[in-house]
């Protein structure tokens, strides 16, 4: 390989590594705010069974 | 409820092209722009072979400053209309612009190094210039996040994205205004210096980095609007 080609080898790799920690960090963002979608999803489901657990209640009572 | 609601981020824009349609078109082209550059277009007769470099550094450097360019006409949309998707917008594409920046500074370097023996030359105003545009938006985010969310920080980001595009053209300038300069001159009033599967190549590679920005640009959008609604909601469940 010649120093020429080691150069813009070394150019080329440059970009695509960027691009690459790029998408990572995009990736490593999505996993948090998928965490976070369930958190909530599960925050909601505690919020609509509530209600029931009092009907239930009173219906007993 | 209704009230939070009333808070939550305004609904994304609905786009004619979808994220998955821009991101296959992203890799289709730019895979195409890399057989070009390494299978198709001439060694060039003065540089050789590490002229394939300015395939990507010279539509990097136009990408960038259409990110900043289109942060800077965001900016100007939120201060004008007081668009609540505007701020947004602008500083994604800002970021997307420090982002083609650094490109842009990495693969320079490494040409002037082959080309011309350093990694860098401060007596060249093109370099610094450029320099100084990728450190100004560099910048902005220290601004951005040394601010509470809000109104205010939306407004101070606004005018200093506006502020920034000023520098654009004398940067992209400043090559043609000086009067000795070791970097090379492509483009000039008469057109293009160059034809063939030259000029057919850098095209597609300028339309790759494009179309790559953009796919970047809506994914970075998709995910900060995400992020938004669910620290809303969270706050609307709590």
Same mark, same amino acid.
């Not at chain 1, 390989?1 to 990736?27: G, K, P, S, W």
């Not at chain 2, 786009?15 to 998955?20: A, E, G, H, V």
């Given at each position: 390989?010649?120093?020429?080609?080691?150069?813009?080898?070394?150019?080329?790799?440059? #970009?695509?590594?960027?691009?690459?920690?790029? $998408?990572?960090?995009?990736?490593?963002?999505?996993q948090?705010?998928?965490r976070?979608?369930?958190e909530?999803?599960?925050?909601?489901?505690?919020?609509?069974?509530?209600?029931?657990?009092?009907?239930?209640?009173a219906?007993?009572? | 409820?209704?009230a939070?609601?009333?808070?939550? &981020? =305004?609904?994304?824009?609905r786009?004619?092209?979808?994220?998955?349609a821009?991101?296959?078109?992203? !890799?289709?082209?730019? &895979?195409?722009?890399?057989?070009?550059?390494?299978?198709?277009?001439?060694?060039?007769?003065d540089?050789?072979?590490?002229?394939?470099?300015f395939?990507? +550094?010279?539509?990097?450097?136009?990408?960038?400053?259409?990110?900043?360019?289109?942060?800077?006409?965001?900016? !100007?949309?939120?201060?004008?209309?007081?668009?609540?998707? *505007?701020?947004?917008?602008?500083? #994604?594409?800002? +970021?997307?612009?420090?982002?083609?920046g650094?490109l842009?500074?990495?693969? %320079?370097?490494?040409?002037?190094?082959? @080309?011309?023996? +350093?990694?860098?030359?401060?007596?060249?105003?093109?370099?610094?210039?450029?320099?100084?545009?990728?450190?100004?938006?560099?910048?902005y985010?220290?601004?951005?996040? @040394?601010?509470? =969310?809000?109104?205010q920080?939306a407004?101070? @980001?606004a005018v200093?994205?506006?502020? %920034?595009?000023?520098?654009?053209?004398? @940067?992209?300038?400043a090559?043609?205004?000086?009067?000795?300069a070791?970097? =090379?001159?492509v483009? &000039?009033?008469? %057109?293009?210096?160059?034809?063939?599967?030259?000029?057919?190549?850098?095209?597609? *590679?300028?339309?790759?980095?494009?179309?790559?920005?953009?796919t970047l640009?809506?994914?970075?959008l998709?995910?900060?609007?995400?992020?938004?609604?669910?620290?809303?909601?969270k706050? $609307?469940? *709590?």
């Open positions: 390989m010649t120093t020429a080609e080691t150069y813009v080898t070394a150019a080329y790799c440059a #970009v695509f590594a960027i691009v690459l920690v790029y $998408v990572l960090i995009i990736a490593l963002k999505v948090r705010l998928e976070e979608v369930d909530l999803a599960g925050r909601a489901a505690a919020r609509e069974a509530e209600p029931e657990e009092r009907r239930e209640a219906v007993v009572g | 409820m209704s939070g609601r009333a808070q939550l &981020t =305004p609904v994304a824009r786009y004619r092209i979808s994220l998955p821009l991101a296959a078109a992203s !890799l289709v082209l730019v &895979t195409l722009a890399l057989a070009l550059v390494f299978f198709v277009a001439p060694n060039d007769a540089q050789g072979f590490s002229q394939r470099i395939y990507f +550094h010279v539509s990097i450097a136009i990408t960038a400053y259409f990110c900043f360019g289109l942060g800077a006409w965001k900016a !100007l949309v939120h201060l004008w209309k007081r668009d609540p998707r *505007a701020d947004l917008e602008s500083y #994604v594409a800002v +970021h997307q612009g420090v982002i083609f650094s842009v500074l990495i693969t %320079g370097s490494i040409w002037a190094k082959i @080309s011309w023996g +350093h990694w860098w030359l401060w007596s060249e105003d093109q370099l610094v210039l450029f320099l100084v545009l990728f450190l100004f938006y560099a910048a985010f220290m601004l951005r996040f @040394s601010v509470d =969310p809000g109104p920080r407004n101070m @980001s200093y994205a506006l502020f %920034g595009v000023v520098l654009i053209p004398v @940067s992209f300038m090559i043609r205004l000086a009067k000795q070791i970097h =090379p001159v483009f &000039t009033l008469q %057109g293009p210096k160059f034809g063939g599967w030259i000029l057919v190549t850098y095209c597609v *590679a300028q339309v790759a980095m494009l179309v790559l920005a953009y640009y809506r994914v970075e998709a995910g900060k609007r995400v992020d938004a609604r669910v620290r809303e909601l706050e $609307v469940l *709590a």
